[in-house]
């Protein structure tokens, strides 16, 4: 499935540990919410996605990509690496709005 660009740049900065390059596809006004905690606004997920690429080394693989409406889509992506148990799947929910990310869910 052809993601829109946004979704294409965030995950190639996410895997590539480019902060800045995935704090781009947010809008002001954003929220993340990964392993039950909420990041509010871009302050909030550069502290995230900067603590995230710092505490583990894992890759990524993307196995599906759904559509769920207009303006929203579920990617789903392995990880593999050196965290606790070592790999998983997880659905990356994404909630656009235009050409930024207005919300993502992470979650097994």
Do not use: C, K, N
């Not at 080394?57 to 579920?74: K, P």
């Not at 050196?82 to 050409?99: A, E, I, K, M, Q």
């Amino acid at each position: 499935m052809d993601l829109p660009p946004v979704i294409m740049t965030y995950l190639a900065a996410h895997d590539a540990r480019d902060v800045e390059g995935a704090i781009a596809s947010f809008a002001p006004d954003a929220v993340v919410t990964d392993d039950g905690r909420g990041h509010h606004g871009t302050a909030e997920i550069r502290a995230w996605l900067a603590g995230a690429a710092a505490e583990y080394t894992y890759t990524t693989e993307l196995l599906h990509a759904t559509r769920l409406g207009e303006e929203r889509y579920d990617v789903t992506q392995r990880l593999e690496g050196d965290f606790p148990g070592g790999v998983v799947d997880l659905h990356y929910r994404f909630t656009l709005r235009g050409s930024s990310i207005v919300r993502l869910i992470i979650e097994p």
